[in-house]
């Protein structure tokens, strides 16, 4: 089964096992999904269906990046900020730990991991620096191609 049918399917799995593929298996499906919205040279903003649907659940592009970085930098502590489809409409949201927003039946097309290792390096302990730096590298072809998956 994959990923995300066995994360969506959570409450099915036997509760001696469930919070083992709630950490690893969400662990796995955001660290898998993070890798792949991101690129060298990435940044600028999305086009076609994306951009639109931007626009209609946030008013406008910058809109949609305020929101989504104070998803990011109100978390406490690790976890994540996501932008998802959510019933048909765009939305931003964060997630402590391991945990997606599939858990909750939307559909993930982008995320931003806010664990300190994923910034400490390079940032140390400037999250909103990272935060910033991060629009540079997000790959919106790969992101819209989320959309459209997700969309179906």
């Not at 001696?16 to 955001?30: A, D, Q, S, T």
């Not at 305020?66 to 931003?92: M, N």
Request: charged share 25%.
């Amino acid at each position: 089964m994959p990923i995300e049918q066995l994360l969506a399917r959570l409450l099915e799995v036997p509760e001696p096992l469930r919070k083992k593929v709630r950490n690893h298996g969400g662990g796995h499906f955001n660290h898998s999904l993070f890798w792949t919205v991101m690129k060298k040279g990435g940044g600028g903003k999305p086009q076609g269906d994306l951009a639109k649907a931007i626009g209609e659940a946030f008013g406008s592009f910058d809109a949609f990046r305020t929101e989504f970085r104070q998803a990011a930098l109100d978390g406490f502590g690790l976890g994540w900020a996501w932008l998802s489809l959510d019933r048909g409409s765009l939305a931003v949201s964060s997630t402590p730990d391991q945990d997606c927003p599939i858990l909750g039946g939307m559909r993930p097309i982008l995320l931003l991991d806010v664990w300190e290792h994923a910034y400490y390096l390079e940032h140390e302990n400037r999250r909103k620096a990272y935060v910033e730096a991060w629009w540079n590298v997000v790959d919106w072809g790969q992101v819209s191609e989320n959309f459209h998956r997700a969309s179906l």
